[in-house]
């Protein structure tokens, strides 16, 4: 059965510090990964897209994939207290409408 | 005003009882799903649609039901063969193959 793995936490990081949310998944053949952010009682809403190994910037944000280890990870430079939320890892495979959704990393920044 | 509008945001069931969860997209994107989420856990797949007329199972289908007679729509009933229907249910869209969702706000049904 397709996985993703998540530590589910609560990660408790200092405001102003690095957050570092890992996931892991099981199919080799995944070709789409997403980071999803959730407050409590909210919907998800996507923050980060990668398909490439590597890494990628989107301001205070990294994510970064490497598939031969079958691992994706966010970065979170600078952690606000409004960036306290359930971080969802979600990956998707070749052709595939369906998204395999990890349970969350509770994420909380302490001012 | 674009998106994705779930109604109701709140709705109880009774024993017995089928409802009827609304999900209306002007986005435009031809793919829609509805998700279950329960406390502590991973968002599941009920049903997915990705063109009109056509929807396929997902992980959870059992006691639930969709139609697509539109793009814009996606209604999902929880019958009353589904046991245990108490959960935060969401609907999304997605413009198709390596896209991520956008989801809609979601409707909290719960069990009188």
């Known amino acids: 059965q397709k996985e993703v793995e998540q530590n589910s936490g609560p990660l408790s990081v200092p405001e102003g510090a690095i957050a570092s949310l890992n996931c892991t998944y099981s199919d080799r053949g995944s070709q789409s990964f997403f980071w999803y952010r959730q407050y409590s009682g909210k919907s998800p809403e996507l923050i980060m897209f990668?398909?490439?190994?590597g890494d990628k910037e989107d301001g205070r944000f990294t994510a970064q994939l490497n598939k031969a280890s079958q691992y994706v990870s966010l970065l979170i430079r600078d952690s606000q207290p409004s960036d306290s939320a359930t971080y969802l890892c979600v990956w998707g495979g070749a052709g595939s409408y369906q998204l395999t959704f990890g349970k969350g990393t509770k994420l909380s920044v302490i001012p | 005003d674009g998106g994705i509008t779930q109604s109701p945001k709140y709705l109880f069931r009774k024993e017995g009882q089928n409802v009827t969860l609304s999900c209306e997209q002007n986005l435009n994107h031809d793919a829609m799903y509805w998700y279950r989420q329960d406390p502590g856990q991973g968002l599941r797949l009920i049903y997915y649609s990705q063109i009109v007329n056509d929807f396929q199972k997902g992980d959870i289908a059992e006691g639930y039901s969709v139609s697509r007679e539109k793009k814009e729509s996606f209604p999902l009933t929880v019958t009353s063969a589904q046991k245990n229907p108490t959960a935060f249910y969401l609907c999304?869209?997605?413009?198709?193959?390596?896209?991520?969702?956008?989801f809609g706000s979601g409707t909290q049904l719960s069990v009188l």
């Open positions: 990668i398909y490439s190994n």
């Open positions: 999304a869209t997605s413009t198709g193959t390596h896209a991520g969702l956008f």
